[in-house]
């Protein structure tokens, strides 16, 4: 299988080399052409989509350089008004034209000739983006484009003061690992009051972001925007009650594992009560990991560790420091979370990220270059619908990725106990994660079925089904006004609503591949390699097949895995 990372940008054929969108009067000439040539043949309707992905890879990379520019420095104005300016001028304008360029595909005469397996998915997507086209929801959805990014603005700004110097937020939780318990206990409360003082504003842009969803769920014909983004998200595969399933399954089967690893920690901490600022601490005299000081080490470490995977895959996080598509480090002014930003023209994605010197930032570095990895697999496909990958199979890239690069920490971590350490938190969370992604979704689903709901019936709500999700090991008394407002802090809640179950469904997938790598290492990687080729050539069955692993988050699917885990884990 030869494999490479020197990526290329696509040549363009279409337009011109040199163009760059500055203004809708210069894009509009080639929406016209597209929509008004005279499509005589098969081959000329190939020729005809492959002119329209190429200005959609164009369209597509420019908005995401916005958008990127934007989160990597928040109080820049300029970089803020150009965001806005496609999305309030140039979005608006292009939309009506991409469903009159996609009904016009399904009308013709020669579609139904094309090679159906080639072309059955992306065909899907797009009578699927016709079906939930509204003029009325244009203008609503660029208010939303815009005011979603508005989160990034307010969290960038919060900071807190340890020990007389100031951090950001990303960089304080560090102090959450000190042995000092004081300390720790000081700085979650300092975290916490902190976002509370953006409560209302937080609160109000919800608020508001949740009447504009549930509009454009009313003016689609769709009773709430839950429906109407399981439709947009193509969730052909799985639907609601699968979702409820699986929450039901974390309790079942999850719950008990996560309450005897919170017991152990209580009990390595030789405390009476564990309290949340104890979750990610030591025991005295054990020193927190630090496998990294700054952004270009974890970048170098990165790249060891993935090269001695496949040195495949250690060559495109070179590219990517090559072309500058990196930006690690926490700041002041920076948004918060991590992403990878595929970008569909030049190929090499930009991974983003707030990084402060701890386990979890490798762990998010690892899981952000799995997604870079897929974006370079998928490259090579011929059109840009084509690379438009589900998001379930994006996070078995990622998640995977966290679990096969465990094997080549050693670049991180050079003392044995620390390595053992580092593995047993990576697994401790593999199984802790699944209550939150349970928590966030099951909350989700009754925001958008009851979107009349109160600020206080919605605090209230998420108390609730917190609490239904949460350890009683864990001793939360006194903290529940922290608590009534925790999901504050979940970005996909405020920018991409109902991305979450995701992860859930990936993680799964993800222990599969890995239960695969710990038998034939090769093999694994081969399966993860041509499942991510595919992009979104495949249903999400076919994908997940395509990896050796069966598309399956049932009660009895997850129990198994969870065991293995633990398993693995307790072998530590």
Same mark, same amino acid.
């Given at each position: 299988? =030869?494999?490479?990372?020197?990526?290329?940008?696509?040549?363009?054929?279409?337009?011109?080399?040199?163009?760059?969108?500055?203004?809708?009067?210069?894009?509009?000439?080639?929406?016209?052409?597209?929509?008004?040539?005279?499509?005589?043949?098969?081959?000329?309707?190939?020729?005809?989509?492959?002119?329209?992905?190429?200005?959609?890879?164009?369209?597509?990379?420019?908005?995401?350089?916005?958008?990127?520019?934007?989160?990597?420095?928040?109080?820049?104005?300029?970089?803020?008004?150009?965001?806005?300016?496609?999305?309030?001028?140039? =979005?608006?304008?292009?939309?009506?034209?991409?469903?009159?360029?996609?009904?016009?595909?399904?009308?013709?005469?020669?579609?139904?000739?094309?090679?159906?397996?080639?072309?059955?998915?992306?065909?899907?997507?797009?009578?699927?983006?016709?079906?939930?086209?509204?003029?009325?929801?244009?203008?609503?959805?660029?208010?939303?484009?815009?005011?979603? =990014?508005?989160?990034?603005?307010?969290?960038?700004?919060?900071?807190?003061?340890?020990?007389?110097?100031?951090?950001?937020?990303?960089?304080?939780?560090?102090?959450?690992?000190?042995?000092?318990?004081?300390?720790?206990?000081?700085?979650?409360?300092?975290i916490n009051e902190r976002r509370l003082q953006d409560k209302e504003a937080l609160n109000n842009l919800f608020s508001t972001l949740l009447e504009k969803r549930h509009q454009v769920a009313l003016n689609t014909g769709l009773p709430n925007y839950r429906d109407f983004r399981f439709l947009e998200l193509g969730r052909f595969d799985y639907a609601k009650e699968h979702c409820y399933q699986f929450h039901e399954a974390v309790k079942l089967h999850v719950m008990p594992l996560v309450n005897q690893l919170y017991e152990t920690k209580k009990q390595k901490l030789g405390l009476s009560s564990l309290r949340p600022w104890d979750i990610d601490a030591e025991p005295a005299g054990t020193l927190p990991l630090r496998p990294f000081q700054t952004g270009a080490e974890?970048?170098?470490?990165?790249?060891?560790?993935?090269?001695?995977?496949?040195?495949?895959?250690?060559?495109?996080?070179?590219?990517?420091?090559?072309?500058?598509?990196?930006?690690?480090?926490?700041?002041?002014?920076?948004?918060?979370?991590?992403?990878?930003?595929?970008?569909?023209?030049?190929?090499?994605?930009?991974?983003?990220?707030?990084?402060?010197?701890?386990?979890?930032?490798?762990?998010?570095?690892?899981?952000?270059?799995?997604?870079?990895?897929?974006?370079?697999?998928?490259?090579?496909?011929?059109?840009?619908?084509?690379?438009?990958?589900?998001?379930?199979?994006?996070?078995?890239?990622?998640?995977?990725?966290?679990?096969?690069?465990?094997?080549?920490?050693?670049?991180?971590?050079?003392?044995?106990?620390?390595?053992?350490?580092?593995?047993?938190?990576?697994?401790?969370?593999?199984?802790?994660?699944?209550?939150?992604?349970?928590?966030?979704?099951?909350? =989700?689903?009754?925001?958008?079925?009851?979107?009349?709901?109160?600020?206080?019936?919605?605090?209230?709500?998420?108390?609730?089904?917190?609490?239904?999700?949460?350890?009683?090991?864990?001793?939360?008394?006194?903290?529940?006004?922290?608590?009534?407002?925790?999901?504050?802090?979940?970005?996909?809640?405020?920018?991409?609503?109902?991305?979450?179950?995701?992860?859930?469904?990936?993680?799964?997938?993800?222990?599969?591949?890995?239960?695969?790598?710990?038998?034939?290492?090769?093999?694994?990687?081969?399966?993860?390699?041509?499942?991510?080729?595919?992009?979104?050539?495949?249903?999400?069955?076919?994908?997940?097949?395509?990896?050796?692993?069966?598309?399956?988050?049932?009660?009895?699917?997850?129990?198994?895995?969870?065991?293995?885990?633990?398993?693995?884990?307790?072998?530590?």
């Amino acid at each position: 299988m =030869q494999l490479s990372a020197a990526i290329q940008k696509l040549p363009r054929t279409f337009l011109p080399e040199d163009f760059v969108i500055s203004q809708w009067e210069q894009l509009e000439p080639y929406f016209i052409n597209l929509g008004e040539r005279d499509i005589q043949s098969v081959a000329g309707l190939e020729q005809w989509l492959k002119d329209a992905s190429e200005l959609e890879a164009v369209i597509s990379e420019d908005a995401c350089w916005r958008q990127i520019r934007m989160t990597c420095d928040t109080e820049n104005k300029e970089l803020e008004e150009a965001f806005t300016f496609f999305m309030m001028e140039l =979005q608006p304008k292009i939309q009506p034209w991409s469903d009159k360029l996609n009904r016009k595909l399904v009308a013709c005469p020669y579609t139904s000739e094309l090679d159906a397996e080639k072309y059955f998915t992306y065909l899907r997507n797009v009578k699927k983006n016709i079906d939930i086209f509204r003029e009325a929801n244009i203008p609503i959805n660029a208010e939303l484009n815009v005011m979603q =990014q508005q989160f990034g603005v307010i969290s960038g700004k919060m900071s807190v003061e340890v020990n007389g110097q100031e951090y950001t937020l990303q960089q304080a939780a560090r102090f959450l690992e000190d042995a000092d318990r004081g300390l720790r206990e000081s700085v979650y409360r300092k975290i916490n009051e902190r976002r509370l003082q953006d409560k209302e504003a937080l609160n109000n842009l919800f608020s508001t972001l949740l009447e504009k969803r549930h509009q454009v769920a009313l003016n689609t014909g769709l009773p709430n925007y839950r429906d109407f983004r399981f439709l947009e998200l193509g969730r052909f595969d799985y639907a609601k009650e699968h979702c409820y399933q699986f929450h039901e399954a974390v309790k079942l089967h999850v719950m008990p594992l996560v309450n005897q690893l919170y017991e152990t920690k209580k009990q390595k901490l030789g405390l009476s009560s564990l309290r949340p600022w104890d979750i990610d601490a030591e025991p005295a005299g054990t020193l927190p990991l630090r496998p990294f000081q700054t952004g270009a080490e974890l970048t170098e470490k990165s790249i060891q560790c993935f090269t001695t995977m496949k040195p495949f895959f250690g060559d495109c996080l070179v590219k990517m420091r090559e072309m500058g598509r990196l930006d690690l480090e926490s700041r002041k002014g920076k948004a918060p979370g991590g992403y990878n930003c595929p970008l569909a023209e030049t190929g090499a994605p930009f991974i983003f990220m707030n990084a402060a010197g701890t386990l979890d930032d490798v762990t998010t570095m690892v899981h952000e270059g799995g997604h870079a990895i897929h974006s370079f697999l998928a490259h090579e496909l011929e059109l840009t619908g084509f690379k438009e990958y589900p998001t379930e199979i994006a996070e078995v890239a990622s998640m995977s990725m966290e679990l096969f690069s465990m094997n080549h920490w050693q670049v991180f971590f050079d003392n044995t106990a620390e390595l053992k350490r580092a593995k047993e938190q990576q697994l401790e969370r593999v199984i802790t994660i699944f209550p939150w992604i349970a928590t966030i979704d099951k909350f =989700q689903h009754w925001v958008y079925e009851n979107p009349t709901h109160t600020e206080t019936e919605r605090a209230d709500k998420w108390l609730e089904i917190l609490n239904e999700f949460s350890s009683p090991v864990i001793d939360f008394s006194g903290l529940e006004e922290y608590r009534r407002y925790g999901w504050h802090r979940q970005l996909h809640l405020f920018e991409v609503p109902f991305y979450y179950i995701e992860y859930g469904i990936a993680q799964l997938g993800a222990i599969g591949l890995w239960k695969q790598y710990k038998e034939n290492p090769e093999n694994a990687v081969n399966n993860y390699i041509n499942a991510l080729r595919l992009g979104g050539t495949k249903t999400l069955p076919e994908l997940f097949k395509s990896a050796g692993l069966q598309f399956d988050f049932s009660p009895n699917a997850i129990k198994d895995l969870m065991e293995f885990v633990k398993n693995e884990l307790d072998s530590l």
